[in-house]
């Protein structure tokens, strides 16, 4: 029996391009299902697109924020036609309790390249919601709910289909000609971080016979990357791994076969270390013009306390320093909003940036996600009351949670978040800066942030294949 076709749901002003769409769907059409994308602009617009060409289930991979979004586009729908809604990604994984919310009839625990299809041949096999739990899912059958449980992670990556890239680039022209392309070679980290998924992941599957981190064969990473070149161009690789450099043998092999047979510029994440000047000539190499390095706080108790990441301020700025001597451009990733923060140790982030030389220092507020070690420490010190549904969809919005010493200094470090990037840049900012927070919170400082943060990415970031030759001569 064929598998039930799926329609899934994107917010096209909030996400270009999901991986997440991607793999599942190469994964479902594998199995023999359709698949389609549906691109909207809000609940009425979703449902008059799904109408045209409608399918038996209808999925949304979703994020804290977004879930509220989504949860209202399937109310829409289900309330003009009859269709089996299924919710997966970070949000649904972490807070499976989204599954009592209304109008949604299962969620996908994690991973779903085999436990979608699963699902999928359950339900068609019959005709409506399976009467037995399936690995991997939480479903409603008759009014009871049926629980899976988590279902291990992929063992080997090999073994999935290429993402199917055709999902976005068919549909979007103008995505498909941008220059930059990005890819996965890897899933999973080992690290601690209190703010990240990774951590809870870890511990949800420790026993699993799952290693923590996953990594692609490098010839397939190449394959894939030469593929989407070929087909749709490119100009710069972004890799999106959460730390690119994380296995020395992985990379050894990677990168000699990438500069043979890509011979691209591309952007990586590296994780601060002790020495890092090796790495860097690695990457360099191979044709690395640009990098993303996690500074987080500036404030070493902050960083060691309250994020759990052991490393000393002197190696994260001889990193940042090491990609800056070869020329190529360094964003730093920092947060504001931290549990115990003030406005004085907020401003320790900014030096320490100016310190490693970065060219942007990309700032967001943290976020007790669900499922985060941040979350749990928050709500036991009553910094948090655990309503995830208060959470912004975007990070760069200031969370529910308790940080500044009081109103004052809250005022202080929203206005820093929104100013952090051009103080590092321009030191006439940074002179003026304390003057600055102090006024009250408007909309120039957002709007000055997000011009700031599109020049950055789409004027140096994007455009950091154009240091290809000169990183050949260095």
Sequence with gaps: ???????????????????????????????????????????????????????????FGVTTGLHRVYLAWLRRLKARR??????????????????????????????????????????GE??????????????????????????????????????????????NPRLARHPVKSFLASRGCPHRCTYCFNRTWNAMHRGAGVKTVRFRDPAQVVEEIDEVRRRWGARLVWFLD?????????????????????????????????????????LIRAGCTSVGIGIESGDPDLRRDVLDREMEDGAIVRTCRAFRRRGALVMSFNM?????????????????????????????????????????????QGLFQGDFDALDCSYFQPSPLAFGADADDRRRIVNLQRLMALAVSFP????????????????LYLELFKAYNHHAFHRQFY??????????SV
């Design 82 to 123: 009859d269709v089996h809604a299924v919710l997966g990604g970070p949000h649904a994984t972490y807070f499976p309790d989204v599954v009592h919310e209304r109008g949604v009839d299962a969620v996908c625990l994690g991973e779903g390249e085999e436990s979608f299809p699963d699902y999928l041949r359950a339900l």
């Design 336 to 380: 504001v909003g931290l549990p115990g923060e003030t406005y004085a140790t907020a401003r320790k982030t900014l030096s320490l940036n100016v310190e490693g030389g970065v060219d942007y220092a990309m700032t967001t507020f943290l976020q007790p996600f669900p499922g985060t070690e941040i979350a749990r420490r928050a709500r036991e």
């Design 463 to 472: 455009r950091a294949y154009s240091l290809r030759h000169s990183r050949q």
């Design 428 to 443: 006439l900012v940074r002179g003026q800066l304390d003057r600055l927070v102090a006024l009250p919170e408007n909309r």
């Design 242 to 282: 959460s730390n690119f450099a994380l296995s020395p043998r992985w990379l050894e092999e990677l990168l000699p076969l990438y500069r043979r047979r890509i011979g691209l510029p591309f952007y990586c994440k590296v994780r601060p270390g002790p020495s890092a000047d090796r790495l860097v000539d690695d």
């Design 1 to 59: 029996m064929p598998l039930p076709a799926v329609t899934f749901g994107l917010l096209r002003s909030r996400e270009n391009l999901s991986f997440g769409y991607m793999y599942l769907s190469a994964a479902l059409r594998a199995a023999g299902a359709r698949v389609r994308l549906v691109q909207a602009e809000s609940a009425e617009d979703f449902a008059d697109r799904f109408a045209a060409d409608p399918t038996p289930v209808v999925g």
């Design 126 to 171: 019959a005709g409506g919601p399976p009467e037995q739990a399936v690995p991997g899912f939480r479903h409603w059958q008759g009014g009871q709910l049926l629980d899976g449980g988590p279902r291990a992670p992929v063992a080997r990556l090999d073994q999935l289909p290429a993402p199917d890239w055709a999902l976005f680039f068919e549909q």
